[in-house]
């Protein structure tokens, strides 16, 4: 528990953050769908920490990371527009108080394994918001903002499950958890490369996003073998998650003028 101190910190900065005007769906669509990367980028850090794996970018990535959770926290519970929304977010709250202090401790093997754990759980609640949101919102931009944000979080699940590995983490789980995440990514990329309301833009961006893509693939390969590229891994991935940030900003731009069409109806 050596950086517990740290924690106080940080909730100290997210709390005084002034909240913004309350979210668009679009903003908020996005913003929860953020929050799952988060949950992710969170223990991938950990695990950097852990491994000895670029270690000050990894310090730096954690603190941002639990900081920018406590603040669209914030905002998302200023926004939340239905009572089911409401509820999960409390129960968001609880398994997220218990996270964070973990995740600023001191990274250990053993316990790097509940972290790990715990993200998941985080995650599936976020992702319940995500997903209450979207249906409160409506429409297939939506979908497209959705679908585009959890990219953000697959780049990061799959860095994290890696470096787990790398550092010797011994979860049964995490070899099928990094595999099924690498062809969630997959199939998700194809649907969006599909998507008839994308631009020349957007399509543009998401060919690039498919290069990187496959750049990263090719250094899972040597995993079977037990041969890492954890610094390979962490590059591409952080890479992947820009682009995939971008163009979740994209989709959420195109949600917003098609909601301002129809207010114009």
Partial sequence: MGRLPALFLIMLLATSLP?????????????SGRQRMLSQRIVKNYLMLGAGVNTEVAQKQLDASIALFEQQFLELSDYAPTQKIRDRLARVEEV???YRVQALATPDRQDAIWVLRKSNELLTLSNDVVTLIQQHAGGNNAKLVNVSGRQRMLSQRIAARYMAMAWGVDAEEIHGELHDSITLFDESLQFLRAAPENSAMIQKKLTKVQAQWQFSKAGFKGEKEGRYVPTVISVTTESILRKM???????????????????DL
Avoid at 19 to 31: F, G, I, M, S
């Fill in 96 to 98: 997220w108080q218990q």
């Fill in 19 to 31: 909240v913004e005007a309350v979210l668009t769906d679009a903003e908020a669509v996005n913003k």
């Fill in 245 to 263: 940030n971008e163009l979740t900003g994209d989709y959420e731009a195109l949600m917003e003028s098609q909601r301002q069409a129809n207010a």
